[in-house]
């Protein structure tokens, strides 16, 4: 199926957007768009609109994939991160983190989410650990347990948990970036240095990334200039 329909359906999400109406009313629209999308594109068929469509045809993919897409679709979407149109680029990494935050049952997405909303650190880190009991699979809820034990400065654990999210989900550079915050932390400037380096590769638009990376460099000197690429 063409990508007419697609933009069609997008354009009048846009449309609702951008007039004077309510949450409600919006919120009934995309429900309207995915279950259209739903029903005449396959993930396949919108991958490939995203890889060679026109660029609001790319958005509308973008749009549908952060709705309906699956993990598999990760690769695909990862590598608009490179895009040279910005917004292509910045609506992928919108569009991977909507997608990593319900590859898992209905069920553990939503106590992900309840848990992220936990004011209660310790608590919230018991029901992260309950849940990952239940779900070794879910990548998001280990970033999630890492970014706690980051705040609750347990940086050996939040590096474990950032280095198992990568394992199950290479193309998360929230936690390839978390592993650098890990290392600065811990005054391991070129651990950090490298980390922030493959975060910068996954996603060349991470805000600060670059900037912290040459402070690293300037700090290592000329050690912190060689190419780490072998």
């Known amino acids: 199926m063409g990508n007419s329909l697609l933009v069609e359906f997008y354009q009048q999400i846009l449309e609702s957007g951008s007039q004077a109406k309510s949450k409600a009313t919006r919120k009934e629209g995309i429900e309207v768009f995915k279950h259209c999308v739903a029903e005449r594109y396959n993930e396949g068929t919108l991958l490939r609109l995203l890889a ?8 509308a993919s973008l749009f549908a994939l952060g709705l309906l897409g699956t993990m598999k679709a990760c690769a695909g ?5 490179h895009d040279d149109d910005s917004e292509i680029a910045e609506r992928a990494a919108d569009t991977l983190w909507a997608l990593w935050f319900r590859a898992d049952t209905p069920a553990n997405n939503q106590e992900l989410q309840r848990l992220i909303r936990l004011r209660d650190r310790e608590q919230a880190l018991a029901g992260f ?30 590096i474990a948990d950032c280095q198992k999210t990568l394992e199950l989900n290479p193309y998360h ?15 391991k400037h070129r651990a950090a240095l490298k980390a922030f380096r493959a975060a910068l590769r996954l996603n060349p638009r991470m805000d600060g990334v670059a900037e912290t990376i040459r402070a690293l460099e300037n700090a290592l000197g000329e050690e912190g200039r060689r190419d780490d690429k072998k």
Request: charged share 25%.
């Open 77 to 81: 979407i990862a590598a608009c991160l």
């Open 129 to 158: 650990d309950a849940l990952l009991q239940r779900a070794p699979e879910f990548a998001e809820a280990y970033n999630q347990r890492a970014i706690l034990h980051f705040r609750l400065k347990k940086f050996e654990h939040s």
């Open 173 to 187: 550079f929230g936690a390839q970036a978390g592993l650098g915050k890990c290392y600065m932390q811990m005054r």
């Open 52 to 59: 060679n469509g026109d660029n609001l045809s790319r958005r």
